[in-house]
Nanobody, 127 residues
Framework: VQLVESGGGLVQTGGSLRLSCATS????????IGWFRQAPGKEREAVSV????????YYADSVKGRFTISSEKAKKTVYLQMNSLKPEDTAIYYC?????????????????????WGQGTQVTVSS
């Protein structure tokens, strides 16, 4: 099983980045994919989730209206489009896969619910 993130980098406030999470080694349709981030000195938090159960999406309040999660099944890849970036979005971003059922009613946002993790990609937003 592999999840490989890419697309991070340095961007100015108000800029955009698109993160990619290329997956392999598991049934893409059966797993929920989540994007998490961890800023220095802070706990890792769920940013966005694409649920396998019903295709619903979840966004943390801090990113609603700015981030969009999507997938390209043929490439087994999940994307996180990040617009209007702020310095507080600076963090290492991870994608993760969960085999637990997830839907708009039972969104998986806890780290412990995810089985596989990528290595992370750094996003730095300068002020």
């Amino acid at each position: 099983v592999q999840l490989v993130e890419s697309g991070g980098g340095l961007v100015q406030t108000g800029g955009s980045l698109r993160l990619s999470c290329a997956t392999s080694g598991f049934s893409f349709d059966d797993f929920t994919i989540g994007w998490f981030r961890q800023a220095p000195g802070k706990e890792r938090e769920a940013v966005s989730v694409l649920s396998s159960g019903d295709g619903s999406t979840y966004y943390a309040d801090s990113v609603k209206g700015r981030f969009t999660i999507s997938s390209e099944k043929a490439k087994k890849t999940v994307y996180l489009q990040m617009n209007s970036l702020k310095p507080e979005d600076t963090a290492i971003y991870y994608c993760a896969a969960s085999g637990y059922y997830s839907s708009s009613y039972f969104v998986r946002t806890r780290e412990s619910e995810y089985d596989y993790w990528g290595q992370g990609t750094q996003v730095t937003v300068s002020s």
